[in-house]
């Protein structure tokens, strides 16, 4: 990770995953098992794409179709059966955790 941003002029860099055969099989096996409604197809391409390129980390708002204890347990649950390692699934606040307070 660099440091402050400054290797990047204060920009983090983008990162553009391509989506494989294997990412889009994922995102469809997702709306099969009713992991992610199929009204949502877009919202489940963006777990496999970062499942098969190992990202680490997935960060998003959708608390509504992807970050929630129910939709979250199942959508990892189909990755492991494939041999598979999801990202964590987190909104920005979760990852960064509780401010602390100083007092």
């Avoid at 992991?35 to 390129?53: C, G, I, N, S, Y």
């Avoid at 990892?76 to 955790?97: I, K, Q, S």
Wanted: hydrophobic fraction near 40%; charge should be negative.
């Amino acid at each position: 990770m660099p440091d402050s941003g400054t290797s990047f002029g204060g920009q983090w860099p983008s990162l553009l995953l391509v989506a494989s055969d294997n990412a889009l099989s994922l995102a469809r096996e997702l709306i099969r098992e009713g992991r992610v409604p199929e009204k949502a197809a877009t919202d489940a391409a963006h777990v496999p794409l970062a499942t098969v390129h190992g990202v680490e980390y997935l960060l998003t708002w959708n608390c509504t179709h992807i970050v929630n204890a129910e939709m979250r347990t199942g959508i990892e649950r189909v990755c492991r059966v494939r041999g598979l390692e999801p990202p964590v699934l987190c909104t920005p606040e979760e990852l960064m955790g509780e401010p602390h307070v100083q007092g």
